[in-house]
């Protein structure tokens, strides 16, 4: 977007030379854990990333490097030492405001956030000052005016969130009309009513609020059972009147206030669908602990319900049997209990049992995994066949299995009823969703069993009460028209659609925070919400537990009018809360649909973006079953957004051979469309700053052909190297819990790798192979060195990487060498492949060509040099290289006594040491012999060494391990060491010639020579 005969100055930024990578990944795996009142509560998204990373990743983009001015003066010099430890405290400095600023506490500190918003200020001052001479100064470098940021692949909004947080103009797009919305809600609508008081506060302290304190009174004293008081009303209100209302907290407490008033309308309407339960003497003869309650009304939590087909036994054809995947209800310890089974001739009843369960509880009448059960009438198997047939046919059916009430010592749980079931029968829905799933069973299994639509995922009742909230929404969007309008809003007949800002568009913005209430309730209550009976749940799931929708056998019917988790009443407050925590700044932020293929939003403004991952999770799917209910709540209030019957999917970037035709075509639609998303993005961007892309990681990538990631990764590198970027650094982040960062074979996401990007020259030169593997050499030595060591190429502290993200990580500065040509070129002429520039980039790091003693030996180099280690962690890392401690100290390469190890030095090798006596020989041995030997007897003792058969089979192993750790000392500083391996390898030559014959030995090579020797 600029001229070509006047390049702007960029300066270098924060993230193109340094992170504190450490603190940045333990609060994001640490925010993975916090709820309340995190933004993401507003409603699922898939693949989130954490707002600290978000935030990170934007200051580091933003904020100029203290070495910006020289690098601008001077391109390509090294930094003289006198200015080094000036940077070196400029960038602690920085360090230190990161440190504060992905904290979760400091969301919404003031204090901390300004000091950040200061500093990108700061940098864009300079940058506008170094190109103001530039002739599109004006356009380009306002010093009063920074550029927006824009991220084109949206989802969950992290990133546009935690740019509006650190005060850029926010722009947030996606092809999804679900993560549309979701934007909205987070950056475009609070900053139009940010500061003002809520409505529902202005009424409760006029006359006119007169009604609706009567109402809101009403629901202050909870029907009896129907669970506790709620933080809402008009009571509340006037508590908090005098209260400054700071950001979107005045919105937050009208979602409170109007999403009370919708819950009690609800109850005036479904109410009698949810009945309270008596516990009669009858229920308690045999159940001692439910003596308590006799007499008592209990509200029910959730009525529990098994699928049922026919049996296949001809003799019961009959009987409709349950498909029971368990028969727990709780496992608290003490509190154990299940339904119990009791088969009374050709039929059956279900009772509820307490003590110490079966094992046959924990199974239901399951078998084994996938549709496979047992008649509980015969005891005959019931094959996955079986129950296709039936339910393909129509004759799967439902049986109630208990009911769970809640009780005052917690939860009670009871047997079935006929009037329970009738009740549920009672349920006639006027709407269901009308919407096929994708037959794509790898998300969505239903349909497999004759669940085809949307629709099919509901229960009757549940169905009755969802519709029910939803046709709330226009209820109470025109009660909060009138309230505001009232309060003194502007009578602006706009929309929120339509740009207005009155009390029209006011009651928009609530009814969008109130549907979002109605889909967390949605979530919880489809078919395919199981009930949970571990200990510290005993609640029912949500039906996006996993990216996928995937069949369920026996599950929960909630109660969505109680107080239990996942309840309108609940998810009022998670919204609410959620709406609290947004920034409090009035920076403006906007949200668009927009395929980030053809989208202009980008022009001129800074670019942070997470586009999808290949083929990990079909967001357009899976979020169909959230649109069809928005849709119909929200259709007036967005009619384009929400204009389509379901979500837009052809254009979506995700590789999926279902919706493609086969896998190779999912490959070709990613890599083409991902190619001009990411061109797109390269001429658009504001050239002042490096564009940062995410990329995440499945466990299961890391093991692909070339050992450098997956056809989903290689893909995306391919993409944005046609696209015209070149990598200017890479961050291989954590950006997950723990637990799922070590995976389990799952395909949990594990690391996020984000990608620093420049716009390429146009004039960008082309090399050879050899070139770049010549660079290669050169580059990579110090940047693992850098990663492994945590020590920067100014000899300071920074955060190291974790050794498992070495071979991604390894990948950020071979592909800063590809990237910045425009083609490297095969000997035939043709351009190398991203795949083959990895394989090559890979192969630096590959220790495959090592046996498992020497990859133990490296590795334990890489982190300890001589130094002693603990022995618990040389026999974690000896076990992940298939070899053990003993093994290693057996073939003499470590010392290990009183739990510390070591790696034997060079001259403690024994110097009689009989090659033909060993039962081992790792590589690393015969090259600290070869060592030794040169050190006591020059090339002829090294070359009669090296002439041994058992030395001689490991001889170009030895020497490419002997350039490795020659360059790892030369860039940690042991020079004794480096200088061993040096003397060694430029004395190669004359020690092979030494172990073949007695002729003199040639002159050694000149040094310089090895240590820029390819290393293959
Ligand atoms: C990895 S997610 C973004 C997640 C987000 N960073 C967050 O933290 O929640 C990728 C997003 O790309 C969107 N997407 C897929 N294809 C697209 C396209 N062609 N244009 C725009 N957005 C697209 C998906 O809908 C999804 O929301």
Request: charged share 20%; with cysteine.
């Amino acid at each position: 977007m600029t001229n070509a005969n006047h390049p702007i100055k960029a300066p270098k930024k924060l993230i193109e030379v340094a992170l504190p990578l450490d603190l940045i990944n333990v609060a994001a795996a640490r925010e993975k854990s916090i709820r309340h009142g995190h933004p993401s509560t507003l409603h699922l998204w898939w693949a989130r990333r954490p707002l600290a990373a978000a935030r990170a990743v934007i200051f580091g983009q933003l904020v100029n490097d203290p070495s910006w001015r020289w690098e601008l003066d001077h391109p390509g010099q090294p930094v003289p030492g006198h200015l080094k430890g000036g940077h070196a405290n400029a960038r602690r400095h920085l360090f230190k405001i990161l440190e504060d600023l992905v904290l979760w506490e400091n969301t919404t500190n003031e204090v901390v956030l300004e000091r950040a918003r200061a500093e990108i200020r700061k940098s864009w001052r300079e940058t506008c000052e170094v190109n103001a001479d530039h002739p599109q100064a004006a356009e380009l470098f306002n010093p009063d005016k920074m550029p927006g940021l824009h991220d084109p692949f949206a989802g969950g909004g992290a990133i546009p969130l935690e740019a509006q947080r650190l005060g850029l103009e926010a722009f947030a797009s996606d092809l999804n009309p679900v993560a549309v919305l979701i934007n909205k809600a987070m950056i475009e609508i609070p900053p139009k009513f940010a500061g003002r008081p809520p409505v529902s506060q202005s009424l409760g302290n006029s006359g006119k609020a007169k009604s609706g304190q009567v109402e809101m009174a009403g629901l202050e004293v909870p029907a009896k059972g129907r669970g506790k008081k709620k933080a809402a009303g008009s009571a509340e209100a006037a508590a908090t009147a005098g209260k400054a209302w700071s950001g979107a907290t005045g919105l937050a407490e009208d979602v409170r206030h109007y999403g009370a008033w919708m819950r009690t309308e609800a109850e005036k309407r479904i109410g009698h669908l949810y009945p309270p339960i008596e516990v009669t003497a009858a229920m308690a003869k045999e159940r001692h602990e439910l003596k308590p309650y006799v007499g008592q009304s209990l509200t029910v939590i959730a009525w529990l319900w098994a699928r049922t087909v026919k049996s296949p036994n001809p003799a019961f054809r009959h009987v409709d049997v349950p498909l029971a995947s368990t028969f727990m209800l709780s496992s608290k310890e003490g509190k154990e209990a299940w339904v119990s089974p009791i088969v009374e001739g050709d039929s059956y009843r279900f009772t509820i049992r307490v003590g110490t369960p079966s094992e046959e509880a924990k199974n239901g009448t399951k078998l084994s995994r996938g549709a496979n059960f047992r008649c509980l009438m015969s005891g005959a198997a019931i094959e996955s066949a079986h129950i296709y047939t039936e339910a393909r046919q129509g004759r799967m059916s439902s049986r109630l299995m208990a009911i769970v009430a809640e009780g005052d010592r917690g939860r009670v749980y009871l047997a079935p009823s006929a009037e329970a079931e009738d009740i549920a029968k009672l349920a006639e829905p006027t709407w269901k969703p009308d919407l096929l799933m994708p037959e794509n069973p790898r998300w969505f299994s239903p349909p497999g069993y004759g669940l085809t639509n949307y629709g099919d995922l509901f229960t009757p009742r549940q169905l009755v009460a969802l519709t029910t909230f939803s046709d709330l929404v226009s209820d109470v969007r025109d009660k909060v028209r009138s309230d505001a309008l009232a309060a003194g809003l502007p009578d602006d007949p706009l929309g929120l659609d339509a740009g207005g800002i009155g009390a029209v568009a006011y009651a928009d913005a609530l009814s969008l925070y109130l549907a979002f209430a109605i889909d967390r309730v949605v979530d919880r209550h489809s078919t395919i919400a199981t009930w949970d009976s571990s200990p510290s749940k005993l609640q029912l799931r949500n039906t996006f537990a996993r990216q996928a929708i995937q069949m369920t056998w026996d599950f929960g019917e909630g109660n969505p009018l109680c107080d239990s988790s996942g309840t309108f009443g609940p998810s009022i407050e998670w919204v609410a809360m959620a709406v609290d925590s947004l920034p409090k700044l009035q920076t403006a932020g906007s949200a668009a649909q927009a395929n980030a293929q053809v989208q202009s939003i980008s022009t001129g403004k800074f670019v942070s973006s997470d586009p999808p991952y290949y083929d990990n999770i079909g967001y357009a799917d899976l979020s169909d079953f959230f649109y069809v209910w928005l849709r119909r709540s929200l259709r007036a209030v967005f009619p384009t957004l929400l204009a389509t019957m379901a979500v837009p999917k052809a254009e979506e970037l995700v590789a999926t051979p279902y919706r493609h035709g086969s896998k190779d075509k999912a490959e070709a639609f990613f890599l083409d469309g991902m190619t001009s998303a990411m061109h797109s993005l390269a001429i658009q961007a504001h050239p002042a700053a490096p564009l940062t892309i995410y990329y995440a990681f499945k466990q299961s990538d890391t093991k692909s052909e070339s050992g450098t990631g997956s056809t989903g990764w290689e893909t995306f590198l391919e993409a944005v190297h046609r696209a015209g970027l070149s990598l200017t650094g890479t961050w291989p982040m954590r950006t997950e819990l723990g637990n799922r960062m070590i995976g389990s074979g799952t395909n949990a996401l594990a690391s996020s790798i984000i990608l620093v990007c420049r716009p390429r020259p146009a004039d960008a030169p082309t090399t050879s192979r050899r070139g770049f593997l010549r660079e290669l050499n050169l580059a990579l030595p110090a940047a693992l060195d850098e990663m492994t060591q945590g020590i920067d190429e100014h000899g300071k502290k920074q955060s190291p990487v974790a050794p498992v993200d070495l071979s991604q990580a390894i990948i950020g500065p071979g592909m800063a060498v590809f990237s910045k040509y425009a083609a490297v070129l095969e000997a035939d002429g043709s351009p190398m492949s991203v795949k083959t520039a990895l394989q090559l980039i890979n192969r630096f790091l590959a220790e495959d060509d090592f046996d498992h003693d020497t990859q133990f030996c490296l590795h334990w180099f890489h982190q300890y040099g001589w130094n002693e280690g603990a022995f618990g962690e040389a026999d974690v890392l000896a076990r992940a290289k298939a070899t053990a401690v003993s093994a290693l100290a057996q073939a003499g390469v470590i010392h290990s006594a009183a739990g510390k190890v070591r790696l034997v030095k060079p001259a403690d090798y024994p110097a009689d040491w009989d090659p033909e006596d060993a039962t081992r020989i790792p590589i690393w041995e015969a090259l600290h012999q070869l060592i030794r030997a040169f050190r006591e007897g020059g090339e002829t003792a090294a070359g009669t060494l090296l002439g041994n058969p058992e030395v001689r089979g490991k001889a170009e192993a030895a020497r490419q391990l002997a350039y490795r750790l020659y360059t790892l000392c030369e860039r940690r500083g042991f020079a004794e060491d480096a200088r061993a391996y040096n003397e060694l390898v430029t004395s190669w030559d004359a020690i092979e010639a030494a172990s073949t014959s007695n002729a003199p030995a040639p002159a050694p090579a000149p040094r310089q020579q090895t240590a820029q020797g390819s290393y293959r």
